[in-house]
Every structure is written in C-alpha cells, then in structure tokens.
C-alpha cells in the first residue's frame, strides 16, 4: 500500500521524500545472476530499529557484503583455457594440412589409401567445428574473467 | 546443480565414443571394398598389404563425424557450465577479499 500524503503530483512520489512503498519490503531475487557471482543476494527487509547500539553491532553479519566467487582454483576453467588454443590451432593447422594431402594435384600412389584420403577426409569435416568450439571455448572463458573481475582496492 | 552439466559431459562423451565406433566401421568398409583399377577414372592407386592394387574414390565422412562434432559441442557446453556453477570452499577475509577459492 502505497503513501499518498501531499506529494507532488508532477512527479513520481517514488521518488520523493516520505515515500514509503510496501511492495519493497518483499525480498526481492536476482535468480540468474547468482550463478555468475555477481553478488545476487537477496535483498533483504529494510533495517528494522533497534533497542541499543550493542544489540545493533550484535546484528551485523560477520561478511555484510555479498560474497563474490573468484575464479582461482576452478579447475573448469583451466580445462578451457587449454582447449581454446588446442582447438583452434589444432582445427586451423589440421585444415592447412588435409588441403595440402587431398588437393595436391598429384595422383601418384601416396602411402596408403587411409593416410590419402581417410585422414585428411575426417580431419577436413572436423577442422571447422574444433576451430568454432575453441573460439566459443575462449570468448566464453574471457566472458567468465570478465563478469567476475574485481578492481584492486 | 551440478548434476546436469556433469550428465551433459558424460553424454557427450558418449556421443564422442558412439561417433568413433560408427566412424571406424565406415573407414573399415570403406578400406575392404576397393575400387577397381582403372586409367580413366583419375583416381589414385594404391598398393594393399597384400600386394595387389585397388583405387579408392574419395572417403565421405558420414553420421561418424556428425556424432563426433556433436559430442565436442555438447561437452564444450558442459565444461563451460561446470566452470560457471563452480563454488570452491570460502576462505577467511572481509571485503571483496573475502571470496569463494
């Protein structure tokens, strides 16, 4: 239930003084972001008052701030910052070199038959795909380290 | 919460292994049924283990790769998961010190 005394009516009385809104008491919930640890907390009730400073220090919780998580020591992401280069080098070099066996212009007996045209058919049809995931692979970690950044103090 | 991402890198796994095997039978077919030799056809020829000569038209990679690549896709979504629902066990401090290691 919201406060309607002498307000101005031009404006927002949200955004005025002695505005008090019931609605923002409920907690709210930031679902989604709690998972990328941008501190997605939520919100709790408003202050309520207190009968002394000692049973006010007694309620401050020991880490007041919301609690981020730091990338250190995941092992999820050390896993992709090693397949990033792995596959897009990888992708891009098995590429270059599948061209070079299949299109060579020679039509002389090669090793084998396996070696001519098997490999370089295989490494032709996955080169892209490996390129594409270590490319979403390092975008994605780079995402990761930038959302969860934190300046020094 | 971690259960799906994890069940998502183990199909994908899966997937990968089932991409191998189907990918190896089609090489494996493909290697047993040789072309005959031929001057016209433009195609290389290559002497087996046992001596005798057979062409071969180029190798089309089938279902194998498709399985192959899908896999690589669904555990790349995985670990990306897996890496984001990471929690490790706090650690003591205060302020924006105080993380999850």
Known sequence: ?153 | MRHAPLAMLGAGVAVVLIGCAVLAFAVNDYLGNPLAVSSTAGLRVFRSPDGSLGSYDFFRPGPGVTLITAGGVLMFASLFLLAVLWRGKAVSGRGWRSRIR
């Open chain 1, 1 to 153: 239930m919201s406060d309607s005394r002498n307000f101005d009516p031009r404006f927002d009385p949200a955004f005025q003084r002695g505005f008090v809104d019931d609605d923002s008491r409920a907690p709210q919930r930031h679902g989604g972001i709690e998972a990328l640890g941008l501190g997605g907390e939520p919100i709790g009730l408003p202050p309520q008052p207190v009968e002394s400073r000692e049973a006010a220090v007694a309620e401050v919780p020991a880490h007041p701030e919301p609690v981020a998580v730091s990338l250190e020591g995941n092992p999820w992401v050390k896993v992709l910052w090693v397949i990033a280069p792995v596959f897009i080098l990888g992708g891009l070099i098995g590429q270059a070199w599948a061209q070079s066996l299949l299109f060579n212009g020679s039509f002389t007996s090669g090793p084998s038959a396996f070696e001519s045209y098997v490999v370089p058919s295989v490494v032709q049809a996955v080169g892209p795909w490996m390129v594409l995931t270590g490319l979403a692979a390092l975008v994605g970690v780079v995402f990761l380290h930038a959302v969860r950044w934190r300046a020094a103090e």
